[in-house]
C-alpha cells in the first residue's frame, strides 16, 4: 500500500479532504484485508523484538479523531499479536486537578514511552489545541495567566508542540501521528448502533451526541493543528475511518513501514562480551 498518499505535507491544508473518509484504495475484499493485516501484525511482532533488543529507539504513535471514529478498535487489532511488554496505551481523558496544576504537555511526558518499546497514546496533547479551542472556556480551569491566555496562544502552542516533538525526535523517540477521518454520517450510524445494542450501551455517552453539535468547529481545530504541526520529523497521516478494516491495515502499514526504516538489527556482541559469555557457558555446563 502506498501509504505516501495518507501523509500531511507541511502547511497543506486540503490533506484531511484529499480522500473521503469513505475511501478504500480499490480494495472491496474485507477477508482479503483481513489476512492482509494478520500478515501486517506477525511483522510487526518481529519488528518490536529487534526494537527491543536493540534499545535504542523508542516509538509514539498518537490516535486523535472524534468519538466513535474507530481508534480504539485499530490499536486493539493492530497490536492484537503483539507481546504486551513492548508496549504501553495511554488513555488521555478530562485532566486531574494534579495535571492542570502544571503545562498540559506535563501528563504527555510522564507518559513517554522508554527506549525499546512503543508508547500509544489514545488522545493525547492535542487535545489542548483542540477541545480547549471548541470550548475556550476550559482554558479558565487551566488557572494559567492572564498573559498566557492571549489571541496568540493557539499559535503559540502549535510552537510548544513542534519544540516538544523535534525535542523527543532528536533525542531518539521516533514519531507518527493518526487523524481518524471519519464522516459525520458514519458518526451517527455508530453512536445509533451503541444505543440500540444492548451489548454496546456501555458505550454510548451523551457527551459524544452533545459534541456533535460543534462537528465544524471540530474539523476546523483539527484542520489547523494538523497543518500546524505535520512535519518532517513528526508527521501527521490522515487515515480515511468509514470503513474500519481500511483504517486498520493504514495504520499497521505506517507502524511497520516506519520500524523498517529503523534498520533494527540483533545486537552484537563485542570479543570481550563473547568471551565471558563463553566462560558463563562452560561455568553452566559443568
Not at 481508534?71 to 478530562?94: L, Q, R, Y
Not at 496544576?101 to 504527555?108: F, G, K, N, V
Amino acid at each position: 500500500m502506498n501509504i505516501d498518499r495518507f501523509r500531511v505535507r507541511s502547511g497543506d491544508r486540503s490533506a484531511i479532504t484529499r480522500h473521503s473518509a469513505s475511501y478504500t484504495s480499490g480494495l472491496r475484499d474485507k477477508e482479503a484485508a483481513a489476512r492482509q493485516l494478520q500478515e501486517g501484525v506477525a511483522h510487526l511482532e518481529q519488528r518490536l523484538e529487534l526494537l527491543h533488543a536493540q534499545a535504542e529507539h523508542a516509538l509514539l504513535l498518537v490516535f486523535q479523531g472524534m468519538d466513535a471514529s474507530g481508534k480504539d478498535g485499530a490499536i486493539k487489532h493492530v497490536m492484537s499479536g503483539v507481546n504486551p511488554i513492548f508496549t504501553e496505551v495511554h488513555a488521555f481523558k478530562a485532566p486531574s486537578s494534579d495535571e492542570l496544576a502544571h503545562d498540559y504537555l506535563w501528563r504527555a511526558a510522564r507518559a513517554l514511552p522508554a527506549r525499546g518499546t512503543i508508547g500509544i497514546f489514545d488522545r493525547s496533547y492535542y487535545e489542548d489545541v483542540i477541545v480547549v479551542r471548541v470550548h475556550p472556556e476550559i482554558l479558565a480551569s487551566q488557572h494559567l495567566p492572564r498573559a498566557c491566555r492571549g489571541p496568540k496562544i493557539w499559535k503559540e502552542r502549535y510552537e510548544d508542540i513542534r519544540g516538544f516533538e523535534r525535542h523527543l525526535v532528536r533525542n531518539g523517540t521516533t514519531i507518527r501521528k493518526f487523524f481518524f477521518h471519519v464522516s459525520r454520517q458514519e458518526q451517527q450510524r455508530r453512536l445509533v448502533e451503541r444505543f440500540d445494542d444492548p451489548e454496546k450501551n456501555w458505550k454510548f455517552s451523551a457527551r459524544d451526541v452533545r459534541e456533535r453539535q460543534h462537528w465544524n468547529a471540530y474539523m476546523n481545530a483539527y484542520r489547523e493543528a494538523i497543518v500546524a504541526t505535520s512535519s518532517e520529523f513528526a508527521p501527521w497521516y490522515i487515515v480515511p475511518a468509514d470503513h474500519k478494516w481500511f483504517a486498520r491495515l493504514v495504520v499497521a502499514e505506517v507502524i511497520n513501514q516506519t520500524l523498517d526504516k529503523m534498520a533494527l538489527k540483533t545486537p552484537r556482541l563485542t570479543p570481550t562480551e563473547k568471551r565471558n559469555l563463553m566462560a558463563v557457558r562452560r561455568q553452566l555446563m559443568a
